[in-house]
T-cell receptor
Framework: KNQVEQSPQSLIILEGKNCTLQCNYTVSPFSNLRWYKQDTGRGPVSLTIMTFSENTKSNGRYTATLDADTKQSSLHITASQLSDSASYIC??????????????FGTGTRLLVSP | GAVVSQHPSRVICKSGTSVKIECRSL??????MFWYRQFPKQSLMLMAT?????????EQGVEKDKFLINHASLTLSTLTVTSAHPEDSSFYIC???????????FGQGTRLTVV
């Protein structure tokens, strides 16, 4: 069954601290993995996208890693800011021959950065 | 990145009425659009996939006669919630996918409240 599991479910950290969010998936065939940030009441915004051959990708204070062998990914946030408070969603694309890729969403990690 | 505009952002309607939500790709042609529903503190759940000029494909458990999807042009898809009930209250999000892009782009979402 194609699934994406994220941990922790929620996380509270102090402003300025670092944190790492985890994503495990069983999606097959794998096409790519994305991390999205979703502010409350808003649509998801893409942070990073990685294909099978990529191990790490950075976007400012966000660094994503991918281990395609163990089917695990992580999102590391450095020097957290209050504006980082949001839900972070791991999304895995399942490759197919239909011309588009079906997205499998994780349940998300709700991050709260406190002052 | 490409821009997907969703309208309205919030709507309150009476039980039994119908509500139409629009999803527009502003600077690209969207061959495929996806409609999602998200309940509080839960991840996005795919409702249906629509391809321009053809009938939408609904996920299991989604009533096609209740959630009417029209994708009449390459830049516009609409979701009509017919005979809305309070249990239809949710956050509805669209995303658009275009050939040549490696990811789908999300709209801002629509908060539907049925009273």
């Amino acid at each position: 069954k194609n699934q994406v599991e994220q941990s922790p479910q929620s996380l509270i950290i102090l402003e300025g601290k670092n944190c790492t969010l985890q994503c495990n998936y069983t999606v097959s065939p794998f096409s790519n993995l994305r991390w999205y940030k979703q502010d409350t009441g808003r649509g998801p915004v893409s942070l990073t996208i990685m294909t099978f051959s990529e191990n790490t990708k950075s976007n400012g204070r966000y660094t994503a890693t991918l281990d395609a062998d163990t089917k695990q990914s992580s999102l590391h946030i450095t020097a957290s800011q209050l504006s980082d408070s949001a839900s972070y969603i791991c999304v895995v694309s399942r490759g197919g021959d239909t011309g588009f890729q079906k997205l499998v969403f994780g349940t998300g990690t709700r991050l709260l950065v406190s002052p | 990145g490409a821009v997907v505009s969703q309208h309205p952002s919030r709507v309150i309607c009476k039980s039994g009425t119908s509500v139409k939500i629009e999803c527009r790709s502003l600077d690209f042609q969207a061959t495929t659009m996806f409609w999602y529903r998200q309940f509080p503190k839960q991840s996005l759940m795919l409702m249906a996939t629509s391809n321009e000029g053809s009938k939408a494909t609904y996920e299991q458990g989604v009533e096609k006669d209740k959630f009417l999807i029209n994708h009449a042009s390459l830049t516009l898809s609409t979701l009509t919630v017919t005979s809305a009930h309070p249990e239809d209250s949710s956050f509805y999000i669209c995303s658009a996918f275009a050939d040549g892009y490696t990811e789908a782009f999300f709209g801002q979402g629509t908060r539907l409240t049925v009273v």
